[in-house]
């Protein structure tokens, strides 16, 4: 192990940090907390020293309903040894919790060895020294809240003159600033934003009992302030509240086997759900069950299991413009050219996600840089980078892959879903959904579902469109482990036209 800067192994508190006035602390906290672990043994250790600021701003037709803003800060310390991990975390920078979260980790890996049937294999890597700002126009948390609040209710407004009858609309906002420090010698501090405007309007018909929502199609990004104001919420909250009202005195669909052209609005969680979580190694191999389950993936099928059709290339990636997992590093330290890798390639399954210790498990050199601890107190897990159904590189318009169904249904926006235990049999609603016949658009229905299993699901995909028709959706919280953590993904998605699909009446509860 490569020895850190020798440094006094308890250094003095930080009291109150600053990543942009305090790095040479931070550093020196970093290399004594290395070296201690060095001390005590540990073949390999690195510690996540940082800051993530979150605020939530949330207004209720005319008027405010929330504001919170909380600030949490402070460091985890993994180690490896005899082949096992050990672990700490601690909201305090200072000598005792360095002491302690030295003690404990080595405590931990102790107690592990006792149960723990093969030892963790990290692969060599070259160190790496960066500093990497993710590129963002207005910081939001430089804005004040009156010029949220006055935005939040313009959209209400909006809605409520267009035929809503209740509107709620909020921001999210999180920055996480980061120091990674290893006892191979990286150095590599980040920083990163993240921006999720967001409303669902309702409308109420009081005579028959009923109701009808749609909720925003605008997504989440790895971006600032600037992107709330461009991104239109005020329009679309007009249109909403127009497709609200006849969602509510639509037919109910008519439930039974067809076609489904289904809009990235939607595909974008279907491929979280089917794809994003069966390819994880973690839960292929057992080890994560947590928010449904394991995974019918197993290692035996790489390069064998036929997941989709030739048209299905799932790509990973961390350099997606505004994608909410884009970033240089992961945590880890792996820098993002590892995670730019097709998990299916024309139908094939050719990777799983993996993180540091994983690799060897399925005869793989490394990993591919598909690690994200949620706060610096949060062991590392296994979580997805950016992963995106890859467009049609022929020209193909959403108007070519309805008019190549003769009686079917279009899907917009993603709603309610569920899914078994191994990321097979699944349920997704949405927001909208227009008849399709002979070729063309018909009118809105309302209360539909679509059901299938996942490898017939993608076998079925026999219409893809182009990079002309790319939408990057995803989440601000996919949650996972035990703890939970949450963590942002995005998903790119193209329009994709699905053969003899098994569309459900949701009210009625049958196909």
Request: with cysteine; charged share 25%; net charge negative.
């Amino acid at each position: 192990m490569a020895p850190s800067r020798e440094k006094p192994p308890f250094p003095a508190p930080i009291i109150a940090p600053d990543f942009r006035l305090d790095r040479g602390r931070l550093l020196d906290f970093a290399d004594a907390a290395l070296l201690a672990a060095r001390r005590a043994g540990a073949t390999y250790a690195d510690i996540r020293i940082g800051e993530t600021r979150r605020q939530f701003v949330q207004a209720k037709e005319e008027r405010l309903d929330r504001f919170s803003e909380d600030t949490t800060f402070g460091f985890g310390l993994r180690l490896l040894l005899d082949g096992c991990w050990g672990f700490c975390g601690a909201k305090a920078l200072d000598r005792a919790a360095l002491r302690a979260a030295v003690d404990r980790a080595i405590g931990n890996a102790r107690a592990v060895k006792a149960i723990q049937t093969n030892p963790i294999i990290i692969e060599e890597a070259a160190p790496h020294e960066a500093e990497w700002r993710m590129p963002m126009g207005v910081d939001p948390f430089a804005v004040d809240a009156p010029a949220k609040v006055e935005r939040l209710l313009a959209i209400n407004a909006a809605a409520l003159d267009a035929g809503a009858d209740y509107c709620v609309s909020s921001f999210s906002f999180a920055m996480e600033e980061r120091l990674f420090a290893d006892s191979r010698g990286s150095r590599i501090f980040q920083s990163r934003t993240r921006t999720q405007p967001s409303f669902e309007v309702a409308v109420v018909d009081k005579n028959a009992g009923r109701f009808a929502t749609r909720e925003s199609l605008t997504p989440a990004r790895g971006a600032g302030w600037d992107y709330a104001l461009r991104c239109d919420l005020v329009g679309e909250a007009k249109r909403a509240a127009q497709e609200a009202r006849a969602k509510l005195h639509a037919e109910p669909v008519t439930p039974g086997v067809m076609d489904v052209v289904i809009d990235p609005t939607n595909l974008w969680l279907t491929i979280h759900e089917t794809v994003g979580h069966s390819t994880e190694l973690d839960r292929a191999l057992g080890w994560e069950a947590n928010f449904a389950g394991t995974s019918f993936v197993k290692p035996n099928m790489l390069g064998n299991l036929r997941l989709g059709s030739e048209l299905m290339t799932i790509v990973a990636d961390r350099s997606q413009e505004g994608g909410l997992a884009s970033v240089a590093f992961d945590d880890d330290g792996a820098p993002r050219e590892r995670a730019e890798f097709e998990i299916v390639s024309k139908g094939v399954f050719r990777n799983y996600q993996t993180a540091l210790g994983q690799a060897h498990l399925i005869g793989a050199e490394r990993s591919n840089g598909c690690a994200y601890a949620d706060d610096p107190t949060a062991f590392p897990i296994q979580r997805m980078p950016n992963i995106s159904l890859a467009p049609n590189p022929r020209a193909c318009s959403l108007q070519e892959l309805i008019a190549g169904v003769e009686h079917g249904l279009y899907i917009v926006g993603a709603g309610s879903w569920s899914i078994d235990q191994q990321r097979d049999n699944f349920q997704f609603g949405g927001q909208l959904f227009f008849e399709i016949e002979n070729g063309r658009l018909g009118d809105m229905v309302r209360d539909a579902a679509y059901q299938g299993r996942t490898v017939a699901f993608w076998n079925s995909l026999d219409g893809l469109g182009d990079a002309s028709t790319y939408y990057l959706g995803g989440t601000f919280t996919c949650g996972k482990a035990e703890p939970m953590q949450l963590a942002p993904v995005s998903h790119g998605a193209v329009p994709a036209r699905f053969r003899g699909v098994t569309v459900l009446n949701t009210e009625r509860g049958d196909a």
